[in-house]
T-cell receptor, first 114, second 114 residues
Framework: QKEVEQNSGPLSVPEGAIASLNCTYSDRGSQSFFWYRQYSGKSPELIMFIYSNGDKEDGRFTAQLNKASQYVSLLIRDSQPSDSATYLC??????????????FGPGTRLSVLP | DAGVTQSPTHLIKTRGQQVTLRCSPKSGHDTVSWYQQALGQGPQFIFQYYEEEERQRGNFPDRFSGHQFPNYSSELNVNALLLGDSALYLC?????????????FGQGTRLTVV
């Protein structure tokens, strides 16, 4: 059974700090990895995806992937109170970059304190 | 473009009853996936529909069934409701053959079983 694990929260950081969110996955054949943000009572929204080993930056967000260690992380620089949400790590189930079904981790709740 | 729409938004049912949830995919999308998200957990994949057939299924009992219509909209049916079926039910739509960064979630249906 494919599993995705995330560091337990809640994670609290002061405004302006870097928030670091971690995720590990069990299926070595996984090829595509996603970070979703979910505000309370709302649906998940995609904020980052990564297919290749290394870092991928998008504004204040950086995703890091290490397939050998089966590890994905998300860094949020200059954290803002509006970043307070649950962050879901998701891995595509189908071992390619086209499969549309995901295994999600349990999520890490982030709280950015003003 | 209305995006992915789900109905109803909230629903309260009694244990043992049956429920039908509905999803209209984003314009141009032909594939619908359903997820169950219990409180404090990540979404769990239920099944996916494409070309009016169930293409993949997660680890859910037969009480959970679905349907896809020629216009690509979809229904999720749950029979013999249990208290543990209380959750946020999410629909995600996508287009077969496109990169999996293009899956979009609806706002969800909050089902409460009493």
């Amino acid at each position: 059974q494919k599993e995705v694990e995330q560091n337990s929260g809640p994670l609290s950081v002061p405004e302006g700090a870097i928030a670091s969110l971690n995720c590990t996955y069990s299926d070595r054949g996984s090829q595509s990895f996603f970070w979703y943000r979910q505000y309370s009572g709302k649906s998940p929204e995609l904020i980052m995806f990564i297919y290749s080993n290394g870092d991928k930056e998008d504004g204040r967000f950086t995703a890091q992937l290490n397939k050998a260690s089966q590890y994905v992380s998300l860094l949020i620089r200059d954290s803002q109170p509006s970043d307070s949400a649950t962050y879901l790590c998701a891995v595509n189930m189908e071992g390619d970059n086209y499969g549309q079904n995901f295994v999600f981790g349990p999520g890490t709740r982030l709280s950015v304190l003003p | 473009d209305a995006g992915v729409t789900q109905s109803p938004t909230h629903l309260i049912k009694t244990r043992g009853q049956q429920v039908t949830l509905r999803c209209s995919p984003k314009s141009g999308h032909d594939t619908v996936s359903w997820y169950q998200q219990a409180l404090g957990q990540g979404p769990q994949f239920i099944f996916q529909y494409y070309e009016e057939e169930e293409r993949q299924r997660g680890n859910f009992p037969d009480r959970f069934s679905g349907h896809q219509f020629p216009n690509y909209s979809s229904e999720l049916n749950v029979n013999a409701l249990l208290l543990g079926d209380s959750a946020l039910y999410l629909c995600a739509s996508s287009s077969t053959g496109t990169l999996n960064t293009e899956a979009f979630f609806g706002q969800g249906t909050r089902l409460t079983v009493v």
